[in-house]
């Protein structure tokens, strides 16, 4: 067991030295497909296809084709018990459509066919077969059974075997129709009895199939015939196992996995271990459990195939395969031969034994089909040279061929506590393992079954292992991103330099690009491979792995390392690649002069050379200065540059110095503008071009005036110097425009220009600007914040001062670093005690931008105070202390840090946390300072990273706290890189320094052992030292004086002293002589004596001795020599060496000595055969054997040849041709016409558009066709139900027609392309109307303007019906369709926007032309100034002249207009008594153009040479320039003329607010007018002033009027009024400012504009009528508060307001499903009632809105409740109408009637409840609240002085029983009847009255007491009753003289009580 123990210790090391694995991703599965997947998978060997049976029972199949990305994916519901996929190497299956056979639950076998094409996984089910009809068809067999349980063993070519009930084999086949299974065979295993009842598991592999049973055994059977073939005890490895550990527990096997060869089978038991079993080697020790074994005797002998039975080479092969030594070649070279032969065999011995199922494997497997039986041919070799011929895969039997043990075990870690451990799969050399642990998840492992090794790979919990079966051990799983490989001892690059190899760049490219790999290295004989076959992509793929020169190991981008990276590393890459570039140079240089070859050169050198440019710009733009080793590496990448340009195409260059010779005036356009910037600076003009967009106009100009702006980069450094003047003037917007009509990014610049300057102001205007517009970065704004805070640190108050210089063009310029170096260094040598150079310093943007955060913090923390400093680094606060030496502040920080050393829960306090790195990387103090902070820190055991890597330095810190050996060593958390503690470096270093003694005093002062350190057991040290050793076992034997075996191991120890040269050992001590020291020795060792001189193998080598030498040994002492064990040597033999050629030099095709002389390997090979590798276009093939033919350069655009079909025109046609040019032209043709008819083809039609490039063609029509005919083609296939073939004809025919310039077809195209273009657009699913559907309409315009038709207009009718007016634009102007065009499409327009786009069509803008100013006067060309050559002359004679004359000013002024010279004015006012304000007027009018001259003239009547200018003339001038906003040309008069005028002020003020909008400044001209008003107001009492301030004012009211006019916006008008609010004595007659300014202020949140009518002409009445209108819009917008504000200032009513606000309450409630609720609108009634009342409006409007209301309730009647609604409403409406002075009683009266219809109709649907119920309990509710009628009697109007009048009551009024026409009904006659009795009640007669007159309606009761009321008052008489009244006092006197008191009953109760009541009421 010992030497078992060092075999698995050595494994085990050399298996954590290999510890190599590789998780590649090969498929992407989306986490949707694998969250539904069971807990393993079953993968389709041939097929990307995989299932996996979930724990529900339901299959899941998992399509993982290309372009399925998981989607292709199915669910068969099931439930199954286990599934098979079909073995489909040999089948006639479709490649995408595979098969299943699952297995039900009820055992019915179902076979599923999936389809995978267009990555969809569609199951269809091919045949179903119940369990019953399964059992039937075995008892059709004769064997009767029921079925429990079933197991599909195979399933290939629809044939399948099945294992029943654990003892039958069942063979079928499955027809490929509805026809019925038919049984291939079906037998019963011959198990033994007591073995069928506990199989556990069966595998079938090559034919044989393996039964495991609990009982430990292996049953072996062969399924042709059921032959029982072997068996195997796995009791014989629990013996085993029991003989060295006694207390191992006997396993419980639960799996087992055969290799594909049939040599090793692995089982796995229920321990977490397995077993490994050698089937050769079992059998070869226990024979007799192979069972079935065949002799030679008992096969056929066969000859070999293809010889004749009488050949004598038939004859040697038997001979051969028999005893007999009889040979028919007798010649002495046969005899030698021989000889050779059996002295060669007679050493060797058998390493390699023939397999142990050489006699099973002559029949097929059932899974091929084939039954027949045949014999191997290895079968009939002899055993002793099986070795040579046997063709399965063998181990190296040198290492397995043990005679000992065939078994390997394998056992996991107790602590993992594997759930379940499954062998994937079995190779003769390792198995694959996967099992599943809770807390880590699924691991796999390799296990090396000839090292046993383990290699594990842990997948984490959401993995699925994969079953793959086949012949290759692969190992899938599917991981969380997909299916992945896991590959065993190999690393990513080691797997990727194979793949690029042997296999393709884009493969590997698709493999790192889907693993995220980045590049790694590729070696250079794979870019020679490339090269050399032509492989450009892995050309491509070795550059890129290249690419990254600063830090090729980084996977991050370069900018990430720059900061970082190294200048000697960047050239040593550089370097390295050198020899790369010289393998690319040369390919380059030897295939550029190959005409063939051409192409790849080009190919070859555009990618070399786009890689060297990469480097070069690289380069540049990381770094600002090369140092030496960048300058070498860039020089060394520039000559490679230099070198491979000479390859490229040339082009013709013009000289950028070159001087045109022609004339610079010659041929250039006149310019419209010139007439404007010849008056202008070249600044100026430059600005108006930028701004304008006109710099090539500005260009010609210059061009024309030979400034040196003509150059566009002269001309945009101007620009850009405006720019920055405006930026100086905080003028944004115009700047702005100029950097964006350059062609600038705005955003760009402006940052630029904000990060660079060195203007503050700039720079702050900027960042203001742009943190309003979220331009900075997250990164910009921290380091504003971090310049900001800094200069408030440092410069303190001082950073308002003096401005410094700025920069205004090249702002990221590096000609001015030597600006920026000033600045800089004044601010770093800034002094704040200086006093005298107090000047303003500021921090660069740009400065601070590359500044990190190490470095801000720095700057920060001198200026902070210590409070702060948790908040900062700690990187830079242990720099800033140890800098100062601050080690106060050190201590304490120090002190803080080591408590949270030890105690990691405390919180922090002051300081931030502190760290080891921290301290070793930032200290920057001197060396006696560190050593004192380092020793502090190292007394509580924390030390630097370098010190603990380098053991002197830590050793040398421990000396200075006390040394290596003291009571408490601070050193308990060291370990060393390899993982050792202190202590076991202490001792390394003491034994590599000879410290013999100190080691000896450490360990005892420690008392170290090999149990509590386990590095004293260390061998290799043991060996290096042998006085170590000896030390170590000495002190083990004074440990323990018992253990003899320690006395052994010390005298070995002792022994390895002697003999230092020798491993210690019996034998090594009996060779140098030491006998009885080795005698001595054994005494000790295991065993004694006896057991030293035994000769095993297995015993340790260390106690061994040979027989022969320790016999010799001890000659002296005879009596020991006699008890020596016997002499037993095995012999041993060499194996043979044989190359392959030696193999193969019998198969006639390979013969080696024709073959494969050009490798040198072969040593068969003959002097004439082929030095080198045979290939097609070897000239000696070429000139034997092929077929030669003169190809044109059709043939080459046939095959997609371009450069080939040029190089042949070349040379066999335009060589010889006279006529090149027609030649070219004809071929072109040729060309076009052969691109079109292929161009369905790519290639071809690439090929003949490079042709036509090549001949200096264009191809744009060529390519344009064949777009087309393409779109046109993909558009009918779609749409037509024809062959594509047969479509491809039609487009290729009218192609061909096309190249003829057929017209018709050319439309016909365009019709078809038309309808393509449609369809393309909808297959997108892009808008049909947008920018993308635009640019592929631009292919049919293109198409149209070559064909040389008119444009088509499809797109643009789509837009013109669609109303897309801006696509329509955007379309026309882009394709410059003809205005004709597009004028006929505007008919499709909706009719507004037709008008909008006649008006932009018909009615461009033209550029007006404008006459120059006064200040223009002198900038004239050179030309004009000679044509007013004479004019100038006429000019001095007038001046001369006027000395002569009288009156001269006047006479000056005279021809000043006349001449039109405003200088004449300006001279005359310099004359004597001139008169300022006639030269004023005269310098205007001769100033200005002539139409403005002319109105302002207009006024005059006599001649303008006579006419005496006055103020009247200047107010009329004042006037018309004003309203013509000619204010530049007033202030330039009155500044020349009127320099103290105050109106000066007020024009300068009307800039301000109209051009420049700044009111600020422009409040401050008015207050600083009105103070010189008042001033000239008093000195106007004491002098006569010229200009009067009357007239001053009413200019100036005038002005402010017109300003308020000429507002264009309502912003601009409110911020006049603003204005001119406190100012409202300056508007003698204007209008009222403080009412426009409020209702602006009102107005200022809305859209609506106030007419400016009104300013012109203001009045009261205007002012009314503006708001009006402005109410109606507020009111249909809903904002009634504006609305009332507004009425209140123009003291409107608001009685429309209030109604339309309770209007749309109403629409509101009914919208939010409130109305329907009856208190609502009983609440909302009231409300309504009280708002008119607070709002005073009128009773007539009032009365008319509930009159509406009750209206619209009338007409939509919902029942009794909106009766009771109407009623209210109605009472309402008579109640606001009997307000109204005088009442209109004929209205109210109307009211009241339908009033009283409601009452009517109210009481007639309730009339039962009316009677019944108590009078007034129907007026409130029982919850308090109020109703209709209660809320309507409020109102009641029956009591009104209007409607009580006495004439009500007249009896002529009242109709009588005789006259009434009523026209109610008898119900409602009924109900008013019932109504007017209770109002006699209440006595109400003159209701009740009116009530009868309204209806006509005849009541008894009222004509009574109307008749008792006349006769009582005396209005009429006894004679005048009506004849009914006599009959009714006739009536009562009878009986009242009969029975009083009858007939006092008998009078009508309502009668007699009213008339009582009136008795006592005095009526």
């Known amino acids: 067991m010992a030497a078992e123990e060092e075999v698995r210790s050595a494994a085990s090391a050399r298996t954590a030295a290999m510890e190599r694995v590789l998780s590649m991703l090969l498929v992407r599965v989306p986490a949707e497909a694998m969250g539904q997947l069971g807990s393993h998978a079953q993968l389709h060997t041939q097929q990307e296809v995989l299932g996996s049976l979930t724990a529900a029972g339901s299959l899941q199949v998992l399509s993982l084709a290309p372009g399925s990305q998981g989607g292709g994916r199915c669910c068969l519901e099931g439930p199954f018990r286990h599934f098979i996929w079909e073995d489909s190497h040999n089948s006639s299956t479709p490649a995408d459509k595979p098969k299943l056979l699952a297995l039900g639950e009820n055992y019915e076998l179902l076979i599923y066919e999936f389809n995978l094409k267009d990555g969809r996984c569609d199951a269809t089910i091919l045949y179903s077969y119940s369990g019953e009809a399964l059992q039937k068809l075995i008892e059709d067999q004769y064997i009767s059974i029921s079925l429990l349980s079933l197991r599909i063993l195979s399933f290939c070519n629809n044939t399948s075997l099945l294992f029943i009930n654990k003892c039958i084999v069942l063979h079928i086949i499955f027809p490929e129709r509805d026809a019925a299974i038919r049984v291939l065979n079906c037998f019963t295993v011959p198990l033994p009895v007591q073995a069928v009842d506990t199989v556990i598991d069966t595998q079938l592999c090559k034919g044989v199939l393996f039964v495991l049973s609990s009982l430990g055994w292996i049953y072996i059977f062969h399924v042709v015939d059921g032959t029982y073939v072997a068996h195997v005890d796995l009791a014989l490895h629990e013996e085993d196992t029991c003989n060295e550990h006694q207390q191992e527990p006997a396993k419980i096997f639960t799996s087992l996995k055969v290799s594909q060869d049939l040599d090793v089978v692995v089982i796995v038991s229920s321990s977490n271990s397995a077993i490994a079993v050698n089937l050769n080697l079992y059998f070869r020790q226990h024979p007799g459990h192979l069972l079935c074994e065949r002799t030679l005797e008992d096969l056929p002998i066969q000859g070999p ?70 014999v191997p041919s290895w079968a009939f070799i002899p055993q002793d040279i099986m070795h040579g011929h046997y063709n399965f895969p063998q181990k190296d039997h040198a290492k397995t061929s043990d005679p000992g043990r065939p078994w390997k075990i394998m056992h996991i870690s107790e602590q993992e506590e594997p759930l379940e451990l499954k062998c994937v799969s079995v190779t003769g050399f390792t198995a694959l393992f996967t099992w599943k642990v809770e807390r880590m998840g699924c691991t796999i492992a390799l296990w090396d079954l000839e090292t046993q090794g383990m290699q594990c790979f842990s997948l984490g919990r959401k993995c699925i292992p994969i079953d793959s079966s086949g012949d290759q051990q692969l190992c899938f799983v599917l991981t969380e991103n997909g299916l992945s490989l896991i590959l065993f001892g190999i690393t990513q690059e080691e797997f990727i330099n194979r793949l690029m190899i042997h296999g393709s760049a884009s493969t590997v490219d698709t493999l790192c690009h889907l693993n995220g790999w980045g590049r790694c290295s590729i070696p250079i004989h794979a870019l020679e491979a490339g090269i050399e076959n032509r492989q450009l992509d892995t050309v491509d793929f070795f550059l890129k792995s290249k690419e990254n020169l600063f830090n090729p190991s980084s996977q991050s981008s370069v900018s990430d390392q720059f900061d970082h990276f190294s200048s000697p590393l960047y050239l040593r890459n550089v370097e390295e690649l050198i020899p790369a570039l010289d393998l690319l140079c040369s390919a380059i240089r030897g295939s550029y002069s190959e005409p063939q070859s051409k192409h790849f050169s080009e190919q070859l050198l555009n990618l070399t050379l786009s890689f060297l440019n990469k480097q070069i710009k690289e380069l540049f733009i990381h770094t600002e200065e090369l140092d030496e080793h960048l300058q070498r590496g860039e020089n060394i990448l520039t000559s490679y540059i230099n070198e491979l340009r000479t390859f490229m195409i040339k082009f013709p260059w013009k000289l950028t110095d070159a001087i045109d010779e022609y004339d610079v005036h010659e041929n250039v356009p006149k310019v419209k503008e010139s007439s404007i910037w010849e008056k202008l600076s070249f600044e100026e003009v430059i600005a108006s071009a930028i701004l304008n967009n006109k710099i090539p106009e500005a260009q010609t100009f210059f061009r024309m005036n030979s400034h040196s702006a003509q150059k566009l980069e002269e001309l945009i450094g101007i620009g850009l110097n405006l720019a920055f003047e405006n930026l100086k003037k905080n003028n944004i917007k115009e700047a702005s425009e100029l950097l964006k009509n350059m062609g600038f990014d705005v955003k760009d610049q402006l940052l630029k220009i904000c990060f660079y300057t060195t203007d503050k102001n700039i720079r702050n205007f900027l960042v203001e600007i742009l943190k309003e517009k979220n331009y900075f970065s997250e990164k910009e704004k921290r380091t504003i914040d971090f310049v900001h805070q800094v200069e408030k640190l440092y410069l303190g108050h001082f950073q308002e001062r003096m401005p410094i210089q700025s920069f205004p063009r090249y702002w990221i310029n590096e000609q001015d670093f030597l600006t920026h170096k000033s600045v800089l260094d004044s601010f770093l040598k800034y002094d704040c005690k200086d006093e005298f150079n107090k000047q303003e310093h500021i921090i660069v943007l740009n400065w601070a931008l590359w500044w990190d955060q190490l470095t801000q913090e720095s700057i920060l923390l001198p200026k902070i105070s210590p409070e702060e400093y948790k908040s900062y680094s700690p990187e830079a606060l242990w720099r800033y202390l140890t800098a100062r030496h601050d080690w106060l502040n050190i201590i304490l920080w120090i002190g803080e840090f080591q408590i949270q050393h030890s105690y990691a829960s405390l919180p922090q306090s002051k300081w931030p946390l502190l760290t080891v790195d921290v301290i070793n990387q930032n200290t920057f103090c001197n060396n006696y300072m560190r050593n004192e902070i380092l020793d502090k820190l190292a007394r509580n055991g924390v030390f630097l990273a370098s010190e603990l890597e380098d053991f002197e330095c830590f050793l040398l810190r421990l000396s200075r706290i006390g040394g290596v050996i003291q009571d408490t060593l601070p050193v308990q958390n060291y370990k060393t890189k390899e993982g050792w503690d202190f202590h076991s470096q202490f001792i390394l270093y003491c034994l590599e320094h000879s410290l013999q003694h100190l080691l000896h005093v450490y360990l005892d002062c420690y008392k170290l052992s090999p149990e509590n350190c386990p590095f004293l057991e260390k061998k290799e040290l043991h060996e290096a030292h042998p006085w170590f050793e000896f030390l170590v076992q000495c002190r083990q034997v004074a440990s323990n004086l018992t253990d003899p075996k320690l006395i052994f191991q010390a005298s070995l120890a002792n022994a390895h002293i002697l003999i230092p040269t020798n491993q210690a050992s019996v034998s090594s001590m009996l060779l140098e002589g030491h006998t009885l020291l080795a005698l001595a020795t054994t005494m000790y060792a295991p065993g004694g004596v006896s057991q030293v001189v035994q000769n095993e193998e297995n015993e340790n080598c260390l106690k061994k001795v040979d027989p022969q030498l320790l016999k010799m040994a001890l000659t002296p002492y005879p009596k020991l020599k006699t008890a020596l064990f016997p002499q037993c040597t095995p012999p041993s033999v060499l194996p043979s060496d044989i190359t392959l050629y030696h193999l193969i030099q019998s198969l006639s095709p390979f013969d080696p000595s024709r073959l494969f002389g050009w490798q040198s390997a072969n040593t068969l090979a003959i002097g004439d055969a082929w030095s080198h590798l045979p290939h097609f276009s070897s000239p000696d093939l070429v000139n034997k054997y092929a077929i030669v033919e003169r190809l044109n350069f059709a043939y080459y655009l046939h095959h997609g040849r371009p450069s080939f079909a040029f190089g042949t025109f070349l040379v066999q046609e335009l060589i010889k041709s006279k006529t090149p040019k027609q030649l070219i032209q004809q071929v072109g043709n040729e060309a076009y016409v052969l691109g079109l008819s292929s161009f369905h083809v790519p290639s071809t039609g690439a090929a003949c558009v490079c042709f036509l490039e090549l001949l200096g063609l264009d191809s744009l029509k060529l390519r344009v066709d064949m777009k087309v005919a393409n779109i046109i083609l993909s558009y009918k296939c779609r749409n037509e139900d024809a062959q594509y073939s047969f479509i491809r004809e039609s487009v290729a025919e009218k192609l061909s027609k096309l190249a003829d310039g057929e017209k018709a077809t050319t439309e016909e195209l365009l019709v078809l392309l038309e309808e393509g273009t449609w369809n393309n657009i909808q297959q997108q699913e892009i808008m049909r109307l947008s920018s993308e559907s635009s640019s592929q309409w631009a292919l049919v315009v293109q198409f149209c303007r070559l064909h040389n038709m008119k444009l088509s207009i499809s797109y643009l009718k789509e837009c013109a019906k669609a109303n897309d007016w801006l696509q329509f634009i955007i379309h026309s102007q882009l394709h410059n369709y003809h205005p004709a065009e597009v004028k006929s499409l505007i008919q499709y327009f909706s009719p507004v926007v037709q008008d909008h786009l006649r008006l932009a069509f018909e009615n461009l803008p033209s550029v007006p032309t404008t006459k120059m100013d006064s200040n223009q006067v002198c900038n004239k060309s050179p030309q004009e100034l000679q044509e007013s050559k004479e004019e100038m002359t006429d000019l001095f004679g007038i001046l001369l002249q006027c000395s002569e004359e009288p009156d001269s000013w006047h006479w000056l002024l005279v021809e000043a207009v006349k001449q039109q010279a405003p200088i004449l004015s300006v001279l005359a006012s310099c004359l004597q008594d001139a008169s300022a304000v006639s030269c004023l007027c005269v310098w205007i009018i001769t100033s200005v153009e002539d139409s403005v001259a002319a109105e302002a003239m207009g006024h005059i009547q006599d001649s303008i040479e006579d006419h005496a200018w006055n103020l009247e003339d200047l107010s009329v001038i004042w006037r018309t320039l004003l309203t013509r906003q000619k204010s530049k040309t007033l202030i330039r008069g009155f500044q020349l003329f009127f320099k103290d005028s105050p109106l000066l002020l007020v024009i300068e003020m009307y800039e301000l607010c109209m051009f420049f909008k700044n009111y600020k400044e422009a409040e401050a001209k008015l207050l600083e007018f009105q103070k010189s008003l008042e001033m000239l107001n008093t000195a106007a009492t004491k002098v006569h002033l010229v200009i009067p301030a009357m007239w001053l004012e009413d200019q100036v009211c005038f002005l402010l009027k017109l300003m308020l006019q000429q507002c264009k916006t309502q912003y601009e008008l409110r911020k006049l009024l603003q204005l001119f609010v406190e ?198 509710s029982t919850s308090g609240e109020l109703s209709f009628d209660s809320l309507a009697n409020e109102f009641s109007f029956s009591k009104l002085a209007a409607l009580n009048t006495s004439k009500y009551l007249e009896l002529n009024r009242l109709p009588s029983k005789e006259t009434c026409e009523s026209r109610l009904d008898w119900k409602e006659q009924e109900s008013l009847n019932f109504l007017i009795g209770r109002l006699l009640d209440d006595g109400c007669v003159h209701e009740a009255s009116r009530v009868c007159q309204y209806f006509h309606f005849y009541n008894r009761d009222v004509t009574l007491v109307l008749h008792c009321r006349a006769l009582a008052s005396g209005e009429a008489s006894v004679e005048d009753l009506h004849p009914e009244m006599h009959s009714l006092l006739q009536s009562a006197e009878l009986l009242e003289e009969e029975k009083p008191d009858v007939a006092l009953r008998r009078v009508h109760s309502r009668a007699g009580l009213f008339l009582h009541r009136c008795c006592f009421s005095g009526w």
């Not at 109604?1699 to 609108?1721: D, G, N, P, V, Y």
């Not at 009771?1764 to 109640?1775: P, S």
Request: glycine share 2%; net charge negative; aromatic share 8%.
């Open 1623 to 1820: 100012r409202e004595h300056l508007f003698s007659d204007g209008p009222d400012v403080k009412k426009l300014c409020v209702l602006c202020e009102i107005l200022k949140d809305t859209s609506i504009a106030i007419n400016l009518i009104i300013i012109t002409s203001y009045s009261i009445e205007n002012f009314q009528h503006e708001c009006r209108s402005i109410l109606e819009i507020l009111q249909t917008d809903g904002q009634f508060a504006l609305a009332r504000r507004v009425a209140e200032l123009a003291e409107l009513p608001v009685d429309n307001l209030v109604i339309e606000e309770i209007t749309q309450e109403m629409q509101t409630l009914k919208h939010i499903e409130q109305w329907s609720l009856k208190q609502a609108r009983i609440d909302f009634w009231k409300k309504c009632h009280e708002n008119f009342q607070k709002n005073s409006i009128s009773s007539k409007a009032a009365s008319s809105f509930f009159s509406a209301q009750a209206h619209v309730t009338s007409e939509h009647p919902t029942g009794q409740s909106s009766i009771e609604e109407r009623h209210l409403l109605l009472t309402l409406a008579g109640y606001w109408l009997a307000q109204e002075d005088p009442v209109p009683l004929d209205k109210l009266e109307e009211l009241e009637k339908q009033i009283w219809l409601c009452r009517i109709t109210q009481h007639t649907l309730g009339r039962n409840q009316e009677e019944t119920e108590p009078r007034f309990s129907r007026q409130i």
């Open 305 to 374: 195939k293809g010889i004749d039975e009488d050949d004598p080479l038939s004859s040697a092969y038997n001979m051969r395969q028999t005893k007999f030594s009889f040979q028919i070649d007798r010649s002495w070279k046969a005899q030698l031969s021989s000889l050779n032969e059996t002295i060669k065999n007679s050493k060797l011995k058998v390493s390699c034994c023939v397999p142990w199922f050489r006699d099973i494997l002559h029949l097929e497997s059932p899974e091929s089909g084939n039954h027949s039986t045949s």
